[in-house]
């Protein structure tokens, strides 16, 4: 399963983006989590937002209320929309993917894309 991330770019504070992480060498269907994550420099990785195989949602404090995970099986896509963008919101975005028991958790994740760079300027 190869992932590809694009979407990032920059934006002022207060704009919007929207990612997206396309699957290729599988096939589609909804049995996986999939999630995103990012890291600022000099920062670990951290969970961004989730989605579960039943598509469950999950989203970290910083991210609720401003981001949506959203996923299209027959696309074989995953989204995130991001709205009310903050400068504390750079980082390298990377989507996620495999069967965690804990979608917060990036140990849990067989796959990942090779991250899009998202700059929110103030």
């Known amino acids: 399963v190869q992932l590809q991330a694009s979407g990032g770019g920059l934006v002022q504070a207060g704009g919007s983006l929207k990612l997206s992480c396309v699957a290729s060498?599988?096939?589609?269907?909804?049995?996986?989590?999939a999630g995103w994550f990012r890291q600022a420099p000099g920062k670990e990785r951290e969970f961004v937002a989730g989605i579960g195989w039943s598509s469950s949602t999950y989203y970290s404090d910083s991210a609720k209320g401003r981001f949506t995970i959203s996923r299209d099986n027959v696309k074989n896509t995953l989204y995130l929309q991001m709205n009310d963008l903050k400068p504390e919101d750079t980082a390298v975005y990377y989507c996620?993917?495999?069967?965690?028991?804990?979608?917060?958790?990036?140990?849990?994740?067989?796959?990942w894309g090779q991250g899009t760079l998202v700059t929110v300027s103030s």
């Open positions: 060498g599988t096939d589609t269907d909804s049995s996986y989590a």
């Open positions: 996620g993917r495999g069967s965690p028991i804990n979608v917060k958790d990036a140990q849990g994740y067989d796959y």
